[in-house]
């Protein structure tokens, strides 16, 4: 095997093994010090990669396409686009083969080639994904959808790019609900919104004459749940997206919020608030009397269901502060796992199963981070005077938030990695906080 070839299998070798050992640090030897290097930030290197104009016979529509593509894999934080100028090809051609050489010469790991055209009512892209230092495809594939959102195909190709590259799902071809913030700061409008996993397309989904908060999508992307004060109390409410119907699940004690999916989509966890007690209660979305999952004198809340529906994490101030519980679905035998300096709050399983996020508040900051099902190897992304509300992207390896510097400003959405990287603003239209990340639309 020549150089460059080690070259580029070792850092694609490196990034599938960082990606793996996000949660759990691996026993042997190698892999634990490439999982180290990327956690750490130390020696990790984006993977080159070149994206050049596609063809089109519309060509607003084919660089449209790729100036997508070319921002979500630089956003990731795991490639590195390089600069179109010194391309020794301007414009892409799916049917040849290109001159290795010559993208060698610029230091390209990776080349995309892409055509892309309307038809009727679709949009079609053709890509082809190439290996550049072993000169060999990496994939070939047609993509299509409605040409009502060009977007979408974009952040399909980028979804293959990246997963083809790294051996993990991708997360661009999805979307984040969130609270849109307006008006002065003593009295903000707030309307449920969603937008594209960049930050485009957005689209207000109430009417802001009703206080909305903690948004949470349901696992097919069809519903949404969420807590208003539209009949005056505040109460756990469903919205159709595709009908805007909305419905309150009932009336259970005095107020009943932080509501979630289990993975299955066929109940919803909450808490109810009575009697000044506040416990976890669970059901199904058919109707009918909820069941009880905690009885205590504690405030139980924020409960998420691990992937598999068997486990469900809370946080309850059941011991004195606020902490993190793990206990089965049907309630009973909570254990908690936080144990570190602080009080932890909004638990939130990964998708894959591997971590659960959280907000800690310690030492005067707030600090969004991640640790095992079982409590260990508890790790701190991100820290400020307040941040808050963790969300997963589809594939467990990103984390959106919001964060609120206080003052005459108000909330604004970030995203993080697993490691703690690559932290970035996500813009949005108005303030915004809350945010839920949706599972991929294929």
Not at 264 to 291: C, H, I, K, W
């Amino acid at each position: 095997m020549q150089g460059d070839e080690m070259r580029l299998y070792s850092r694609r070798d490196a990034l599938k093994l960082s990606l793996a050992g996000a949660g759990v640090i691996g026993s042997v030897t190698a892999a634990r010090a490439l999982v180290e290097i990327t956690v750490t930030g130390g020696d990790f290197e984006p993977l080159p990669i070149a994206v050049p104009a596609f063809s089109s016979l519309d060509p607003v529509l084919g660089e449209d396409v790729r100036r997508v593509v070319t921002d979500n894999l630089r956003r990731s934080g795991l490639f590195i686009p390089l600069d179109p100028s010194t391309y020794p090809v301007q414009r892409g051609d799916v049917n040849v083969t290109p001159e290795f050489a010559g993208w060698r010469n610029i230091t390209a790991d990776a080349l995309v080639m892409g055509q892309v055209e309307r038809e009727g009512n679709l949009i079609r892209a053709n890509i082809r994904l190439w290996d550049v230092i072993a000169g060999q495809q990496v994939f070939g594939q047609t993509y299509a959808t409605d040409q009502s959102n060009w977007r979408r195909i974009a952040h399909i190709v980028s979804d293959a790019i990246y997963s083809s590259l790294t051996g993990e799902g991708g997360y661009f071809d999805s979307r984040v609900v969130y609270v849109a913030e307006s008006g002065p700061k003593a009295n903000r409008t707030k309307r449920l919104a969603m937008m594209d996993s960049d930050g485009a397309n957005v689209r207000y989904l109430t009417d802001g004459r009703a206080l909305v908060l903690t948004p949470r999508y349901s696992p097919n992307n069809q519903m949404l749940s969420y807590m208003s004060y539209v009949e005056g109390n505040p109460q756990v409410y469903l919205l159709n997206i595709g009908t805007g119907v909305q419905q309150r699940i009932g009336q259970f004690g005095t107020m009943t919020f932080a509501p979630r999916f289990s993975p299955d989509g066929q109940r919803l966890a909450f808490s109810v608030e009575s009697a000044g007690n506040t416990n976890l209660y669970l059901m199904g979305l058919g109707g009918g009397q909820p069941a009880q999952l905690t009885n205590s004198a504690a405030i139980d809340t924020a409960p998420s269901f691990s992937p598999d529906g068997s486990r469900i994490a809370f946080e309850s101030d059941r011991g004195g502060s606020q902490q993190i519980y793990v206990m089965g679905s049907g309630g009973g035998g909570a254990q908690r796992i936080s144990f570190g300096d602080g009080s932890y709050s909004t638990p939130v399983w990964s998708p894959i199963g591997d971590l659960i996020a959280f907000t800690k508040q310690y030492d005067g900051q707030f600090h969004i981070g991640t640790m095992r099902p079982d409590g260990s190897n508890e790790r701190v992304l991100v820290s400020s005077y307040h941040n808050e509300g963790p969300t997963w992207a589809p594939n467990g390896r990103v984390l959106m938030f919001f964060r609120d510097l206080g003052g005459n400003d108000g909330p604004r959405l970030h995203s993080v990695d697993v490691w703690g990287r690559n932290e970035q603003v996500i813009n949005t239209e108005t303030f915004a906080s809350d945010p839920t990340w949706s599972a991929l639309l294929g």
